[in-house]
């Protein structure tokens, strides 16, 4: 797989040709979560990933900061291999590299007020001193719109939203340098969700973070990524500016997506032109032969079956893999 | 869960409610004890529900959503110190009516889905059990009359070869499926309102637009009414008819969708609206409602979205009563016929879904 998103600083990460695979239950077969997927994150940015659920973008983030091992390919952060570092020195850049995850019930103690929470991970790090610490950690919690009054609730007298709040407070005390995001805005009701992108865009801009954003919402992910990659069954299938990728998508995949998007619109404006893709990804377990996406995809030709779509950048910084996407009329619009 | 008979009731319940409606919610309040003292959640809260129609319920997070409909089938935590006014359901109280006159309703006649499709399953029983076990709780039609049944409502709800399915376990499906299951489980014994909260939220666009479309279309064929709960505007724009904003547990607005979204009468739905990134510029700054909900400690007297309100004047700090707006529109803002807000049409006009509208 030629390499995507090529630049000249040192990009913050660079993924090449990696594979995670995993035992299923039975042990009888193995599922290749991430199947060959080739990228950089440039010092800054912000790296959008979106895709069904199962195709593989929790699996790359949480390799990403190596709280999974890869089974093939290489996983660079800064050009060095973290894995080759010391011991001590892996566990206090691990400390740069964070990640905020889907389910905020998971994610916090049910026995720990929502304060302490929030200082965890600060105390486990040593940072400060105790009077600092809290400083942090309650200016985490204004900046997250939480009031102070909850710190001193547990997590279960919180709604859902406010729980998600708690979670990305949390890892923003440690102040890291990279932030996975998977699907952190994903239980926050709308006005907050504003805040909380507007948020992580100003801790870019003054703390230099760069992000890799995994989402499944579209209008999130085109708002604040500067790049989205496009995930399915385990690959990429496009990568792009987010212009390009969200205006003028040239894989049938995405370009589904896009129309499956509920949109705020009085039914006047709302078009019945939707494509309601048939079924769900197939199990990686079996993936389909040649291009994955061959069994939902309306365009789909005997070829489409026998060969794997090549990885092409068919504009300049816009990569797909799709045999027919560059025959002109293919997209639907 | 099942929660008492409401332990204290302050009001004496308000007047009964539209003729015509399936359900008619008046007053309700919901109180809960918490270390702070008494929470009182919600308050005040008004609404009808038709027979056979779409109502989405919308507000921010913790505005009251998920206890309203929790409330509805007496669901709610143990913690809860009181629940105030009515909830008529078909010539019953729901909120005061006997555990074992709930026990009829709930499952049978008023049905509840959830976000999250795999807690609401047995881990430990197929698909089809679970689904024939609610048929056989409440009907008694015998087991395979159960299983046929249960084969024709996993088919209605796309679910390919259900003879297969039926037989498998939760862990088996997709979240997609599961969903489907759920609403299976829901619809088996024909509800006449189906309470639906966050159903769509786990799951992906491709998935989530199957669902929306399977729920529309279950709604209209089978006249069974929707009170779907949701965050998502876009949600609620693509499966509903009516759509009831909250604010810090109270309703402020209550138009169709599309009055809603073209005029909103209310400076907090119009602000919503606003703060949509498929309505704003891209990577620009989102425009959101500054400040915060207030906590029920600090709760102003009066408007709640005071504080926050662009439009705010003197009166506004008067206690604010759901007014009625004429053509079955209700808004909680006694400046809702003086302003005039913008909704999704003028915000569109600048937004990158501009493009994507005019293309078709
Ligand atoms: N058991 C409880 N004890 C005390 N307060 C509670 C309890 N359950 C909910 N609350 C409070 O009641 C309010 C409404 O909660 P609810 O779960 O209905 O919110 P919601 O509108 O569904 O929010 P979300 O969109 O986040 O799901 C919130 O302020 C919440 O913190
Ligand atoms: N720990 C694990 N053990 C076995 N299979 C896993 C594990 N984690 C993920 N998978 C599988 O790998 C695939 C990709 O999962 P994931 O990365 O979580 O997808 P996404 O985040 O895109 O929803 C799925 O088929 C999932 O079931
Ligand atoms: S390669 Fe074939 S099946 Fe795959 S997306 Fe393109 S047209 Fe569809
Ligand atoms: S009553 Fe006053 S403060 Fe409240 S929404 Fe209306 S104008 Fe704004
Ligand atoms: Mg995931
Ligand atoms: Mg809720």
């Avoid at chain 1, 103690?109 to 965890?120: A, D, Q």
């Avoid at chain 2, 009468?265 to 400040?291: K, V």
């Avoid at chain 2, 408007?303 to 309100?309: K, L, Q, S």
């Amino acid at each position: 797989m030629p390499m995507a998103g090529d630049s000249k600083a040192e990009p913050i990460v660079s993924v090449r040709d990696l594979e995670v695979g995993f035992q299923t239950m039975d042990r009888r077969a193995t599922v290749k979560a991430v199947d060959g997927v080739s990228f950089d994150v440039r010092r800054g940015e912000t790296f959008g990933i979106i895709g069904e659920s199962g195709s593989g973008k929790t699996t790359i983030g949480r390799a990403l900061v190596f709280l999974l091992k890869p089974t093939a390919g290489t996983i660079l952060h800064n050009g060095v291999d973290p894995q080759a570092l010391p011991r001590k020195q892996f566990q206090s850049h691990r400390r740069d590299y964070q990640i905020i995850f889907q389910d905020p019930n998971a994610a916090l103690n049910p026995r720990m007020t929502i304060i302490s929470s929030v200082l965890e991970p600060l105390e486990l790090a040593g940072a400060g001193t105790k009077a600092e610490r809290l400083a942090r950690a309650q200016d985490a919690m204004e900046r997250v719109g939480l009031p102070q009054e909850l710190g001193e609730r547990y997590p279960h007298q919180l709604s859902g939203g406010q729980k998600q709040r708690v979670i990305i407070a949390r890892a923003l005390t440690l102040r890291p340098k990279l932030i996975v995001c998977d699907e952190v805005v994903a239980a926050l009701d709308m006005s907050i969700r504003g805040d909380v992108l507007n948020l992580f865009a100003e801790l870019q801009r003054d703390l230099g973070l760069t992000y890799v954003f995994i989402t499944h919402d579209l209008s999130v992910v085109s708002h604040i990524s500067d790049r989205i990659a496009v995930m399915y069954l385990g690959r990429f299938v496009e990568l792009g500016p987010t212009e390009s990728v969200s205006g003028r998508p040239l894989h049938p995949y995405t370009q589904a997506l896009l129309s499956a998007e509920p949109l705020p619109l009085p039914s006047t404006m709302r078009s019945d032109r939707r494509i309601i893709l048939q079924g769900e990804m197939p199990s990686p377990i079996d993936p389909p032969s040649g291009c994955r996406f061959r069994t939902r995809c309306q365009y789909a030709q005997s070829v489409c079956a026998e060969q794997t779509p090549a990885w092409r950048e068919l504009e300049p910084d816009h990569w797909v893999a799709c045999h027919f996407a560059d025959r002109p009329n293919f997209s639907p619009s | 869960m099942e929660t008492a008979h409401p332990a204290e009731r302050i009001s004496g319940a308000a007047a009964a409610g539209s003729r015509h409606a399936l359900m008619s919610v008046r007053g309700l309040g919901i109180r809960f004890k918490t270390a702070q003292g008494i929470w009182q959640a919600t308050r005040k809260i008004d609404f009808d529900i038709a027979p056979g129609e779409r109502v989405g319920i919308v507000g921010e997070s913790g505005c009251g959503k998920t206890i309203t409909g929790l409330s509805i089938l007496r669901l709610l935590p143990n913690n809860l110190s009181g629940l105030d006014g009515s909830i008529m359901f078909d010539g019953v109280d729901l909120a005061s009516c006997s555990t074992r006159t709930m026990r009829g309703i709930r499952g049978r006649r008023i049905a509840m889905i959830f976000q999250e499709p795999m807690s609401a399953l047995d881990p430990v029983f197929t698909v089809g059990h679970q689904i024939a076990e609610t048929l056989r709780v409440h009907t008694n039609v015998s087991k395979d009359e159960a299983r046929a049944q249960t084969i024709d409502m996993l088919r209605r709800v796309g679910i390919a070869s259900p003879e297969r399915r039926i037989d498998e376990y939760p862990h088996q499906l997709s979240g997609g499926m599961r969903q489907r299951v759920m609403i299976a489980a829901a619809l088996i014994c024909g509800p006449q309102l189906l309470i639906a909260d966050e159903p769509t939220t786990a799951l992906d666009v491709t998935v989530q637009a199957q669902i929306l479309d399977l729920l529309r279309n279950l709604s209209e064929t089978s006249k069974t009414a929707l009170m779907l709960i949701t965050h998502d505007l876009g949600v609620v724009a693509e499966t509903c008819t009516r759509m009831i904003t909250m604010y810090a547990g109270e309703v402020i607005e209550d138009a169709t969708v599309d009055a809603a979204l073209v005029r909103p009468l209310h400076p907090y739905t119009s602000g919503l609206l606003r703060s949509l990134p498929h309505l704003s510029p891209r990577l620009g700054r989102l425009p959101s409602i500054p400040g915060r909900v207030p906590s029920i400690a600090e709760m102003p007297d009066g408007c709640r979205f005071r504080a926050r309100c662009p439009h705010a004047i003197a009166g506004c700090e008067a206690e604010q009563e759901l007014l009625d707006a004429g053509e079955g529109r209700k808004v909680r803002c006694w400046r809702f016929r003086e302003l005039d807000l913008p909704g999704a049409l003028q915000h569109a006009a600048s937004a990158p879904i501009a493009g994507r509208v005019v293309r078709q």
